[in-house]
């Protein structure tokens, strides 16, 4: 069982999610993190198994720094009888420094050492063995991934290095620990937790009812609509032409990657969605994952409303120590010294924005797509810092107005095909097929698949299509009312019963007349979840 | 500055959130009552299950027609036959769809029978089309071969069974399809050849050894199995009914342990049990060359080897058909 696939989903909905429910309701408010604790066990190893031991070891380890943190910030006492030195006081505070520091840095590295060697470590070993020409067998290579690996790792550095920053206090309790970091629904896709938010929730035992409770079963209804009728009636058409890319060119190429965009926003957001619905029964409220993505007007907004809680992680945890590094520093100083203009505003964020990027694409999977994936938008950001000068001169000299509507349009435009242009290459299998696929795209108009509807085999009839698009317009009709600040379900709360039925009753007839699950139907597992 | 950022983002962050869920926080302040709460869950979860019939009866195929909402349709064949023209019907998994062959039966005793077995079928879709035919055919003998007693008899198959009966729309969901295409009433493949049996003359050996030693383990039907299993057992009572259980050459999953739980579920229940793996059962299996994949389904040699031990010992023990005829 998992949230990935319509037949994980069926066992996850119809009757983990409804137990779990049950039995949070009867159980005093103050034993109920307890249950969520169970289900959410449970729940990794009915996938993971054995593997359950990466994710307690994991809990002990961010458990056990946190406290040893707290312990070397307070383990020189101040003199007792008379006030501190100034100085005193300096000395105290840089060895309790220095010693938080090697526990947050020993702490992390455990973490990140566990997730590179099971995640990474196949491909590292390759990679030296290509460098070095070795003969050599891969034993890494057949390591297998815990659940949501990635995920409960992120959150667990993220905790230890807050409370290194004093932040938050460490937590003592190592149950409120585990379940931060085993919470199910966050298991599979996320979102990234960030302990101040979430574990006084997950510890609230609070319950929804009434609206809470008809919110969080309409997000499980609009997620599921999003993946099993919108992502996987497409999956198998972006399937067949991505795995025969050498046979499409032109529009046909085109159109696999703008419908891979559709189908990876609707799979991953539909399966957070889920997440954050079933979350919401239990009175937990999820960060939010995205905000209509493509409204932004340039790669940068793109990323702050995609997996905007992996952004807002990489932007404290990488972003911000590295433009505080003594590296920056100096390069700041070097660039003040022998730069002009623009260039000295850019030159120090290069090294941040590398790790950032080279982070976000290496995040995704150990190959080297993902890596230039993450360098793609790094070319895209730091060309667009580099243009901005002349942006600015000529919008001045044109008197156009770079936030009115035509502009805006555009720029929009702009960033859906840059964005279109990544998820290229974040779908095809190799860094090679991507750059034959490009190419194709100029290789002629490659419409005759498409004008002779030959590519579209009985599995992805045109009915799969237009029920899929239909889904995909609901979807931007929702996205477009968020843009423009509707909130659509309290927007429907406020009408009468008979409309806020019948929206949900067709909405719940929509996905199980049109979802491609049941007989026939492979269980196409979500996208996010191999990450 | 950094904090000052941060602060900064997540509180947009929380008004962003805010605009699309403004409920997030504090949504309980205007919770109904318990009771009122239960009352309305359940007004709106009658009206959904009434939508849904109204769209499970638009999607059901009204004549017993194949349609694409059907996975392998073959196994429902049996609604296209001339009706009360079965003597005998066999479920079960591609174990059983492999192993009898009903041309092979009626040739040998001269009893009509069906294989509604398809590959990974569940012992809940052999319980269901079992009880099926009894709507069209006065059926002597249900034949269930037991492989599928073993696969997949959890939780996932008593939800699919139960979503299935108490909402058909979940099983015929995808005939939208051809209502939109106005193909509801075609019947595209036509009845399936052989009377469901899948003929494959190919050979692959079974190389292993002895797999019918006693290893001294220890398998048990799931409850959910048994549970299944009576219910077969019931319906064929009250249908006239003979139920068999007959466990079809299988050299790569069946084992002694297998055998001897069957052998108890079919002696504690009354229920006639066949054992074709036994040596003692003598069947003449020569698996060097009557296996088509190395042991796990019987090509057409050994299906003729099957069907003509199965149609005999059915002839003998239970006087259905005619004397059996020399194998030629």
Redesign the interface.
């Known amino acids: 069982m998992s949230l990935t696939a319509w037949k994980g989903l069926a066992l996850y909905l119809g009757a983990f999610l409804p137990l779990v429910y049950i039995a949070y309701f009867i159980v005093p408010k103050r034993w109920r993190w307890i249950v969520l604790l169970g289900a959410s066990y449970a729940f990794f190893w009915n996938s993971s198994k054995i593997l359950v031991v990466y994710l307690i070891a994991a809990t002990l380890v961010t458990w056990g720094s946190g406290l040893l943190i707290e312990r070397a910030k307070n383990s020189i006492q101040k003199p007792e009888g008379r006030k501190e030195t100034r100085d005193e006081r300096k000395q105290r505070r840089a060895i309790t420094q220095k010693r938080m520091r090697l526990v947050c840095t020993i702490g992390t590295l455990i973490l990140l050492g566990i997730l590179v060697v099971l995640k990474y470590g196949s491909f590292i070993q390759g990679v030296f063995i290509e460098l070095f020409k070795a003969d050599a067998k891969l034993p890494l290579a057949k390591i297998a991934l815990p659940l949501g690996i990635s995920f409960y790792t992120m959150s667990a550095v993220g905790y230890v290095i807050d409370v290194y920053r004093g932040k938050y206090a460490a937590c003592h309790n190592l149950g409120t620990i585990a379940l931060f970091l085993s919470f199910f629904p966050t298991l599979t896709e996320g979102p990234i937790g960030r302990f101040d938010e979430l574990a006084p929730q997950l510890r609230a035992g609070e319950i929804a009812r009434g609206e809470r409770l008809v919110y969080g079963l309409q997000l499980i209804v609009w997620g599921m609509i999003k993946k099993i009728v919108i992502a996987d009636r497409i999956a198998p058409l972006v399937g067949m032409i991505f795995t025969d890319h050498t046979k499409y060119e032109g529009v046909m190429v085109i159109i696999a990657a703008a419908l891979y965009t559709l189908q990876l926003y609707a799979d991953f957001s539909g399966v957070v969605d889920i997440a954050r619905g079933s979350s919401e029964l239990c009175g937990i409220t999820l960060a939010q994952n995205f905000r209509q993505p493509f409204f932004s007007k340039s790669v940068n907004e793109f990323w702050r409303r995609w997996h905007m809680t992996l952004g807002g992680w990489l932007r404290d945890y990488v972003f911000y120590p590295v433009s505080l590094s003594g590296a920056t520093r100096s390069l700041s100083t070097w660039a003040r010294k022998h730069l002009k203009g623009n260039a000295v505003r850019i030159v120090p964020t290069i090294l941040a924005l590398l790790a950032v990027w080279s982070a976000t694409g290496i995040w995704h999977g150990a190959d080297w797509k993902y890596l230039a994936y993450g360098l793609y938008y790094f070319a895209l950001v730091m060309v667009g810092m580099l243009l901005e000068p002349l942006f600015v001169a000529f919008f001045e000299r044109t008197g156009i107005k770079r936030d009115g509507l035509l502009n805006s349009g555009i720029a929009m435009v702009r960033t859906i095909a840059l964005v279109i242009i990544g998820m290229m290459l974040f779908r095809a299998d190799t860094l090679a097929d991507f750059v034959q696929m490009f190419k194709s795209i100029f290789a002629g108009p490659g419409t005759e698949p498409l004008v002779n509807n030959l590519w579209l085999s009985f599995r992805v009839s045109d009915a799969d299509l237009n029920i899929a698009l239909i889904g995909g317009a609901l979807m931007l009709a929702v996205d477009i009312a968020h843009e423009f600040d509707i909130a659509l379900r309290p927007l429907l709360l406020r009408h009468g019963t008979a409309l806020r039925w019948a929206v949900g009753i067709a909405l719940v007839a929509f996905m199980l007349t049109f979802g491609a699950y049941g007989p026939g139907y492979d269980a196409i597992p979500s996208i996010y979840a191999n990450f | 500055m ?1 904090e000052e950022k ?1 602060n900064r ?1 997540m509180a947009t ?1 929380a008004q ?2 805010d ?7 504090g ?2 302040s ?3 009552s ?1 009771l009122h ?1 239960i009352v309305r869950s359940l007004g ?1 979860m009658a ?2 299950y009434a ?2 019939l109204v ?1 499970s009866a638009v ?1 059901t195929p009204r004549n017993p027609v194949v349609t ?1 909402g ?3 349709p073959s196994q429902f064949d049996y609604t296209q036959l001339d009706r009360n023209s079965l003597d005998l019907i066999f479920v079960g998994d591609s174990s059983a769809q492999s192993s009898f062959a009903p041309e092979i039966i009626e040739e040998r005793t001269g009893v009509h029978s069906y294989n509604s077995a398809r590959p990974l079928q569940k012992l809940a879709e052999s319980v269901e089309i079992a009880d099926d035919t009894f709507n069209y055919h006065h059926t002597k003998i249900v034949v269930a071969e037991t492989n599928n007693f073993f696969h997949r008899t959890g ?2 198959m008593v ?2 069974d139960i ?1 299935r009966r108490v ?1 058909p ?3 015929y ?2 005939n ?2 051809l209502i ?2 106005g193909h509801m009433n075609d019947n595209p493949i036509g009845l399936a050849p052989h009377m469901g049996y899948k003929k494959k003359n190919h050979v692959v050996p079974y190389k292993g050894g002895d797999y019918m030693k006693d290893k001294g383990n220890k398998i048990s039907l799931t409850p959910i199995a048994e549970y299944y299993l009576n219910d077969l057992k019931k319906s064929c009572e009250e249908h006239g009914a003979i139920l068999v259980l007959v466990s079809a050459p299988n050299a790569r999953e069946f084992s002694f342990a297998r055998h001897v739980e069957l052998a108890r579920w079919a002696k504690k229940n009354g229920v006639k049990y066949y054992d074709m793996n036994m040596p003692s059962s003598k069947v003449g299996i020569d698996w060097s060359v009557d296996s088509r994949d190395g042991g796990t389904h019987l090509n057409f040699a050994g299906a003729t080897k099957a069907s003509n031990w199965l149609a005999d010992r059915l002839y003998a023990d239970f006087g259905i058909g005619n004397q059996p005829t020399k194998e030629k």
């Open positions: 950094i941060k983002d962050d962003n959130a605009g699309q869920q403004p409920s997030a926080k949504g309980n205007n919770a109904p318990l709460g709106f009206v959904l939508v849904l769209l999607v694409l059907l996975h392998f939780i996932r939800m699919q979503g909402c729309l979940l099983r969901h995808n939208w399809k939109a295409g």
